[in-house]
């Protein structure tokens, strides 16, 4: 009886072994990349300028929604936007006088971040206001429109690459409206804006802060593709990221139905992106003519997928050099067309501006710079690295980088 009951025992725990083993095989739980983004609730009563931005984009939806997504605009267009949004252009003005600590919450991929059009649409009137202003001879409204738009820009690259790309653009086409006024000014008014100027560069929050954003949304992709792998979508993969990525959705089509399969191309997808990543972020303290050039292609199944779930991050590190070094040369235009103002010879070098304030950031060295009494010429070496003598496009961006408009 004792030796039947034993022969039960061991056949019963040979039955839970196996179920249990196969059990754990076959359920295995697959890697999270990422949770499901929390929302952030800004505060009305805060001391941090990013709950006043936010708040300020969500009315700004609202009161013109109809021309939130416009592309262009008419004169007529221009006044009544502005008129519909001139509280929330008042309110982000205010808060520009707070410091800033930027609330970012990562997006999932083919969707904008939640505060981008009614932030777009702001710096957009305070572009608007300065036009108006620099054509009726206001130089003092479009000083001010341009230094205070310009601190929201800067402001907004504290997010991710998306958030930073509208934040310069914004600080982009706010310089490119004053540029040509510069001679007409005031030695005051020249002043006012290199002051205005500094104090806005001074709120750029550092790229390696934008970069681990970025990394957040890198992540929030790389679940999008895991979870598009176990669902019958791919074409909405193929939709959102062109033909590029054909080779790849064919292998996770024949994959799809083998969790481990799925979870080795995860892995070997996540290991190329961090790789790359790694790269971008080296890359940030290098002058550009030094930096690694980008990777448009991958060893292994998944191809191109990786420039996608990074396309964003590499671009941006060109773009804020360029807004650098813009930034950089009209403090400097304005500093020493306000000498010049004054009767008093142009500035023989460099020397007696803040060492900072004169480093090109595409060579790591001071701009070039050459004066005599009658004249001057600064500019940045640009892309390429090198001197070309100041000669640069209708773009003034190649072969040297040039601030725009200034008749030099």
């Known amino acids: 009886m004792e030796q039947g009951r034993f022969k039960t025992t061991v056949a019963l725990s040979v039955v839970v072994f196996v179920m249990l083993g196969c ?11 990422a949770n499901e983004p929390v929302a952030y609730n800004p505060s009305p009563n805060s001391q941090n300028a990013f709950d006043a931005y ?76 300065a036009e108006t202003a620099c054509t009726g001879s206001d130089f003092d409204t479009a000083i001010k429109n341009v230094v205070t ?24 086409n706010l310089r490119r409206v004053i540029t040509s006024y510069l001679g007409k000014m005031t030695p005051a008014q020249l002043d006012r804006l290199a002051k205005g100027m500094k104090d806005a560069l001074s709120r750029k929050p550092s790229l390696n802060d934008t970069l681990k954003n970025e990394h957040e949304n890198m992540l929030q992709t790389l679940q999008y593709v895991a979870n598009i792998m176990k669902t019958e979508d791919l074409k909405g993969l193929q939709q ?30 996540s290991n190329a992106c961090e790789e790359e990543f790694s790269a971008i972020q080296h890359d940030i303290g290098q002058p550009a003519n030094l930096r690694s050039k980008p990777k448009t292609d991958f060893t292994g199944q998944w191809k191109k997928l990786p420039k996608h779930i990074l396309g964003t991050s590499r671009p941006l590190l060109e773009l804020s050099d360029m807004t650098l070094a813009r930034t950089r040369l009209l403090i400097l235009y304005a500093e020493i067309y306000r000498v010049g103002k004054q009767n008093k010879p142009y500035p023989t070098s460099l020397t007696s501006f803040t060492r900072e304030l004169t480093i090109d950031p595409f060579s790591a060295t001071p701009f070039l710079y050459h004066a005599d009494q009658a004249e001057f010429s600064i500019y940045s070496v640009g892309l390429n690295g090198r001197d070309d003598g100041g000669d640069s496009d209708e773009t003034f961006t190649a072969p040297d980088l040039r601030l725009e408009n200034t008749g030099q």
Request: hydrophobic letters at 35%.
């Open 23 to 33: 059990h754990s095989g076959d359920s295995e739980p697959e890697k999270v990349w």
């Open 54 to 129: 936010a708040l300020a984009a969500l009315d700004a939806q609202t009161l013109a929604q109809s021309s939130i997504d416009r592309v262009f605009f008419f004169p007529d267009q221009k006044t009544e936007v502005s008129k519909k949004i001139e509280r929330c252009v008042r309110e982000v003005s205010r808060a520009t006088e707070m410091p800033c600590q930027f609330k970012f919450v990562a997006h999932k991929p083919f969707k904008a971040p939640q505060y981008q059009s009614g932030w777009r649409l702001i710096g957009r009137v305070y572009q608007w206001n």
């Open 149 to 172: 738009g310009s601190k929201f820009g800067f402001d907004l690259t504290g997010g991710g690459a998306t958030d930073a790309s509208l934040g310069l653009a914004i600080v982009n």
């Open 240 to 269: 959102n990221m062109g033909p590029d990525v054909n080779e790849a959705v064919r292998y996770i089509d024949q994959i799809r139905s083998n969790p481990k399969k799925r979870q080795a191309f995860m892995t070997e997808l």
